[in-house]
Every structure is written in C-alpha cells, then in structure tokens.
C-alpha cells in the first residue's frame, strides 16, 4: 500500500543580494541556490523521510532542470513511475530574488505544472487500487485537483486537500469529495471570507468548511497550534514549542506527518499531533524539502516529549 500526491514539483532558483535591485539595474549578487520545491514534491518527500511508500504525479519539463527534480524525489525515496516529462514546455520554476532585510522578489513560472491534464489523472487512477490516501494541494489546475478528487473518492480512497495556495473561490463540488482539508488561518480566512486568527475564529472557520462538505476541517495557526473539527467533535492541539528559523515548508511536513500517522492506522486526533511533530521540526531549519525530518528524528521528537503513538 501507498500514499499517492498528486501535484506540483518546481525548482527555486534563489539569488542573495545586499538590495533588491530597482527595475533597468545589474546589481551584482552574493550567492546562488538551486533548491527543489513544489507543494507536492514537498509532500512526497515528507512522506517518503518518514518512511511511507509514497508514489508522486505530476510534470516536469524535458531539460537538465526536470532530470535533476525527478532524481531528487528519487534519492528522497519516492516512486517516480508517474511523473510524465513533458517535451513541450520547461519544469516549473521560481526565481527569486532576496536581500539581506529579507525583502524577496520572486517570478513563478508554471511551466509544466500549469499542463497537469486528465493525462495524468489517468495514471494517477491507476495506482489507486494499492492506494490509502490522495495528496492534493493547489499549484497544478484545479480542473485536475478535482478530477482527481473525483476518482480518488470512487474508489474509496481518503483525500487530503491542502488549499495552498491560498484561494477564495474553490469550486463548490470539489468540498464534498475532501475527507481531510487543511488550511493554515491565512487560507482559511479567504476561504470562508473572514479573518481568522486565532482558535476561536478556526473554530468557527472549520465549521462553514464543515457545512460545504468536507469531513475533517483542520486549521492550522502555526506558534499557536491546530484545530480540528468533524461532525462528531472540536478539538485544539498546542503547538510544539521550538525555536523557528524558517517557516517555509513546516505545512507540507504537517500534511506530511499527518498523512503518515492516518497510514499507520492512528486516529484522527493522533494524526493531528504527528502532524503538529512534523511542521514543528521543519520550521528548525532553512529550506523547503531541506527542512524535512527523517524517521529517526522524527520518532525521538515524539519520544522526547512523551507522545505515545495512541
């Protein structure tokens, strides 16, 4: 059995510079990265560290960028069977651009993420028969996401949609095939059309989610922990208190740990706390896929903190 994401794989090509340069300028730079990213390479990775059998979909594009994507997913340990390279169009890159203040520029170019078709869809339906859960996020077409919703819930297999990034006018059809959706308080606010910033609002926030449809609404409120609602229960999970260097990632490694507790059979509340685990330790390092924890890591965490895996 697996866990299948479906979604984006990008490359970060990041800049350093004293300043921002001002448009018409050549500044010269510091330093250089190439950091591989996309919410559902991210994701998949997150999976794969914490060692589940983990299959990604989705495209890259036929040049030196997308052979560099798909082996990174590789070496992480994630199935790569399904990841179509496509000759028409480059992989999906951000270059961004960032100062010593920490002001950023960044231009995302889609590229073939932006192509992600009923194509993939197919492939994708294909391993759900050996399948306990679908990964979604929200940077490939939303006619795919919810496509493949669609045919993730006809064959009974648990959806988990992270609503990033962030949108105000999800379509109504695709809530009632999400078993599992899971925005942070910014995401959360544009879908339902009001702030939320706090457990009270999330509270309130997981319950519009609720009446559209999905089955599980958690809200996660970074520093301030999570709520999670069902039909049956509210309940708040606090926040594991760490020292954050960087935020970028610690959601995909809570869909991560979360998805990875589901897979073991815990239970929801259970899922919540690995979920909390997983994005507490991401946000302790730089980077995206970076800041990923491995299994090792991951159970002395919960171990040092007296988390049982009941």
Same mark, same amino acid.
């Given at each position: 059995m697996c866990i299948i994401v479906f979604g984006s794989i990008n490359l970060d090509l990041v800049a350093t510079a004293p300043r921002l340069p001002v448009p018409g300028e050549t500044l010269l730079g510091e330093d250089f990265f190439k950091i591989p990213g996309g919410k559902g390479a991210n994701q998949a990775v997150a999976l794969a560290r914490l060692g589940i059998p983990t299959q990604m979909v989705g495209r890259v594009g036929a040049h030196?960028?997308?052979?560099?994507? #798909?082996?990174?997913?590789?070496?992480? =340990? !994630?199935? %790569?069977?399904?990841?179509? #390279?496509?000759?028409?169009?480059?992989? =999906? !890159?951000? %270059?961004?651009?960032v100062s010593h203040t920490g002001e950023n520029q960044i231009i995302v170019i889609p590229g073939a993420n932006g192509r992600v078709n009923q194509e993939d869809v197919n492939r994708l339906s294909h391993l759900l028969p050996t399948a306990k859960a679908l990964l979604l996020q929200l940077e490939i077409p939303i006619s795919a996401v919810v496509a493949a919703a669609q045919v993730a819930r006809s064959a009974n297999i648990k959806v988990i949609l992270d609503p990033a990034p962030a949108q105000s006018n999800l379509p109504k059809e695709l809530y009632p095939l999400v078993d599992i959706i899971t925005p942070n308080e910014v995401e959360a606010g544009q879908l339902v059309g009001f702030a939320v910033d706090g457990e009270e609002t999330a509270a309130k926030a997981a319950q519009v989610l609720l009446q559209r449809g999905v089955k599980s609404a958690i809200v996660k409120l970074g520093a301030k922990g999570v709520v999670c609602a069902t039909a049956e229960e509210t309940f708040f999970v606090p926040a594991f208190p760490v020292h954050a260097v960087d935020t970028v990632a610690a959601g995909d490694a809570f869909n991560g740990g979360l998805a990875a507790a589901l897979y073991a059979g815990l239970s929801l509340h259970q899922a919540v706390v690995w979920g909390a685990a997983a994005g507490a330790l991401a946000a302790t390092k730089l980077g995206a896929q970076t800041s990923l924890p491995d299994k090792l890591t991951f159970d002395a965490f919960l171990k040092e903190r007296g988390v049982g895996e009941k």
């Open positions: 030196s960028f997308g052979a560099e994507l #798909v082996s990174n997913l590789q070496a992480a =340990g !994630v199935g %790569i069977d399904n990841i179509f #390279v496509d000759e028409s169009v480059s992989s =999906g !890159v951000a %270059i961004i651009t």
